[in-house]
């Protein structure tokens, strides 16, 4: 496969799980032998091992390959979490607040975003243990949503999180009673994976790769792709049911933040949504608009990967509002998107 051994160009991202956890006891008890890099580049480069302070994400760090985390206490005890950076976006874009009210997620399995979401709720308002707020987390794949309950538990997350076992979002009626304090909604939907790590744009005849525990985005299909008709009519069947979940999120009727991402490095599935999200009534009729980069919490609006402004039909507003990161360009993460809704009454 053309993209065979890419992986050792990319650091092993490690979130540190704020529910159990601080970066100050990691650096002292797991990573105590490390040394501390200079750059993202002296992970992947220098030969021994070696620990970063991620200056976007909060609680992220960068380590050198090669460690078996199996063993490692702090990960089976959920202390640390194996995601990639870019994974860590979506989570971080949407902030929740206890003043945003209940939380849902709407494609959660395995649930690093899920864990994330709570870890935020968590730093927001520590007596947690009590907390008012819930976060719904759906997914449609019943096997799946079990991992996600192992993730959740070891996590620490349990006592705020709801799993909806099986439960499509699609099916979730905006409109119930169950829903009417629900703020903020993270959307992480299906997607072609292209941006993952160690797949091509285009796959061709690829065996469903084995899971490792950087892929936490990864839908466990890969679908194969012959011929560049074959991406296409994906892309749009992708594409479409992309905008039917994000148009069914701007009906809840309290939602005053949204953040909708996936791991693909393809505009029909990224820019495209949005500008179609945008333009639709729904969108219009409730007041949803992008949330602007100068809007956004402040390791995300320094981050210098942005939207791709023809895809996003010359609107720059709307691409400088989008996260981008492409495979390979240095940063150490995977091809990822993200871009976040906002409005100002409900
Ligand atoms: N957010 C997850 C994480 O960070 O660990 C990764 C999500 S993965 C990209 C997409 C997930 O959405 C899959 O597990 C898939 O089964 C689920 N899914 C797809 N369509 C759905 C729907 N309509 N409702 C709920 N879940 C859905």
Not at 125 to 145: G, L, M, N, V
Not at 336 to 345: C, I, K, L, Q, T
Request: one cysteine or more; hydrophobic letters at 35%.
């Amino acid at each position: 496969r053309a993209s065979a051994g890419e992986e050792a160009n990319y650091p092993r991202w490690v979130r540190v799980n704020a529910l159990k956890s601080t970066v100050e006891e990691q650096l002292e008890t797991t990573f105590s032998k490390h040394t501390r890099a200079e750059s993202i580049q002296d992970i992947v480069t220098k030969s021994g091992r070696h620990i970063y302070i991620d200056p976007h994400v909060p609680n992220l760090l960068a380590i050198s390959a090669g460690m078996d985390f199996a063993k490692v206490e702090a990960y089976t005890s959920g202390k640390i979490i194996l995601q990639d950076k870019a994974s860590c976006f979506p989570a971080y874009l949407l902030d929740p607040r206890s003043e945003d009210g209940d939380v849902i997620d709407a494609c959660s399995a395995p649930g690093n975003k899920t864990t994330h979401l709570a870890a935020i709720l968590y730093q927001h308002r520590p007596e947690f243990e009590d907390a008012p707020q819930t976060i719904y987390a759906f997914e449609k794949d019943s096997r799946r949503a079990q991992t996600l309950e192992k993730m959740v538990k070891i996590a620490g997350s349990k006592s705020v999180t709801r799993i909806g076992f099986g439960q499509d979002f699609l099916q979730v009626d905006p409109t119930s009673e169950k829903y009417k304090d629900v703020g903020a909604l993270l959307l992480d939907p299906s997607c072609s994976g292209s941006g993952i790590v160690g797949r091509d744009s285009m796959p061709e005849l690829h065996l469903p790769d084995p899971p490792t525990d950087n892929r936490g985005d990864d839908d466990g299909v890969e679908t194969v792709v012959k011929s560049e008709k074959d991406l296409e009519a994906r892309l749009e069947a992708l594409s479409s049911f992309q905008l039917t979940l994000l148009l069914h999120a701007f009906r809840f009727p309290r939602a005053k933040k949204i953040t909708y991402s996936t791991c693909s490095v393809h505009s029909q599935e990224n820019e495209r949504v949005v500008i179609r999200a945008l333009a639709s009534d729904i969108a219009k009729a409730k007041g949803w608009r992008i949330l602007r980069r100068e809007d956004q919490v402040s390791g995300l609006r320094d981050w210098p990967v942005r939207g791709v402004v023809e895809a996003a039909e010359g609107d720059e507003t709307v691409a400088e509002g989008c996260i981008r990161s492409y495979k390979g360009d240095g940063h150490g993460v995977m091809g990822f998107f993200v871009a976040g809704f906002v409005r100002d009454s409900v």
